[in-house]
């Protein structure tokens, strides 16, 4: 079992800029979160799948946040354009019942 | 919402002391959770109780439904047991946790 395996770990991008961010899933798991950490506001929930569909997405700060999960093994999250503002450690989680699982994050830093 | 609140936010000790991190939430829940964030940045789940108490080596968590509290106790405590501790929540959707902002503890030999 490889874990909730995210890329990349760290991406540094411009303002402006299209951001992706990648999760590959625990094979198994039904759900998928994704989770931002900021010192300020600790971890928050962004997006929430179950069965790849999106439960709730009333964590997305704005329209510049879109998710998509394709198929059970894949999720990505996209900013764009990015922000400064949006730098941060973002999150994929993974759980069929409990405990969640976290993926390693991807730090992100716009400038 | 229920609201989670963490104490001390930050913690220092010295190797050996027994270690006690709190949790308040304002909502009757089903389960707590309680997440370790390694200095490198990973979390890993430590513990997931709706009663009563679990023990898992030196760590121990308990939890009281009725006045809506959690203890996260560390019992001979050693630096690599340096990390944030996180307690969390069930949130407003199925599936979805709160999270505390975490108490940052120090361990020092």
């Known amino acids: 079992d490889a874990g909730v395996i995210q890329s990349p770990r760290h991406e540094v991008t411009e303002m402006g800029q299209e951001v992706t961010l990648r999760c590959k899933p625990i094979?198994?798991?039904?759900?998928l979160f994704w989770y931002r950490q900021t010192m300020m506001r600790g971890l928050e929930l962004l997006i929430y799948?179950?069965?790849?569909?999106?439960?709730?997405d009333s964590g997305m700060p704005e329209d510049r946040f879109s998710a998509k999960m394709p198929n059970a093994s894949f999720s990505t999250l996209k900013i764009q354009p990015s922000e400064p503002r949006d730098s941060a450690v973002y999150f994929c989680?993974?759980?069929?019942?409990?405990?969640?699982?976290f993926g390693n994050g991807t730090r992100l830093t716009v400038t | 919402k229920n609201e989670v609140e963490q104490s001390p936010q930050n913690l220092t000790a010295q190797e050996g002391e027994f270690i006690t991190i709190n949790c308040s939430y304002s909502?009757?829940?089903?389960?707590l959770h309680w997440l370790q964030q390694h200095p490198g940045g990973g979390i890993v789940s430590l513990f997931m109780?709706?009663?009563g108490k679990k023990k898992h080596g030196r760590l121990i968590a308990t939890i009281n439904i009725q006045e809506k509290h959690s203890s996260l106790h560390i019992t001979a405590s050693h630096p690599r047991d340096s990390a944030v501790y996180i307690c969390?929540?069930?949130?407003?959707?199925?599936?979805?946790?709160?999270f505390g902002k975490g108490t940052k503890l120090s361990v020092k030999p």
């Open positions: 989680a993974s759980r069929s019942s409990s405990p969640l699982h």
């Open positions: 094979s198994g798991h039904n759900s």
């Open positions: 799948f179950n069965n790849n569909v999106p439960i709730d």
């Open positions: 969390a929540v069930p949130g407003g959707s199925q599936g979805n946790l709160i």
């Open positions: 109780l709706s009663s």
């Open positions: 909502v009757g829940i089903s389960a």
